[in-house]
């Protein structure tokens, strides 16, 4: 595993590709890094923080532009999620009960690690995998889950 800082240096990043250093951009693009596979909602909240004033409509420009500059990955969920960890290839484990988002390495490690089964005259870039699954939480035998609706009642006291 490979050292990473908490947050990258987005305002180079940005310098790198000749785009504009805007404080929704610093923000939005740290907010991604600091929550992966975050929803639009989620990040803005997270975004808020650095830049109060910033709207979800410029969140969705944001992370929009930085996904076209490949500083951001889109997973099409629904909602769609966004990332930092781009260039990699990786996948996607979801739990369809508590929607848990695990990244796993891609087996065959080079994109695209898939070809579908006639080329369609389309050089392949990229193929998203997603698995889908029930996590080890979700599966664990009655998992002390305090429900207040469904305590016993006329519980005794002591
Ligand atoms: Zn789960
Ligand atoms: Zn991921
Ligand atoms: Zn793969």
Redesign the pocket.
Known sequence: MTTTQPFADWPSHLRALGKRVTRQRVAVLQAVDAH??ATAERIHTAARELVPDITLQSVYIVLADATAWGLV?K?DDVPARY?T?VGDN?H?LICVQCGV?L?VDCVVGTPPCLHPPTGHGMEILSADITFRGVCADCRAPESPRPDPESQPTGGTHG
Do not use: W
């Open positions: 992966p596979h990955r997973l990332e960890r990786h996607h988002i990244d």
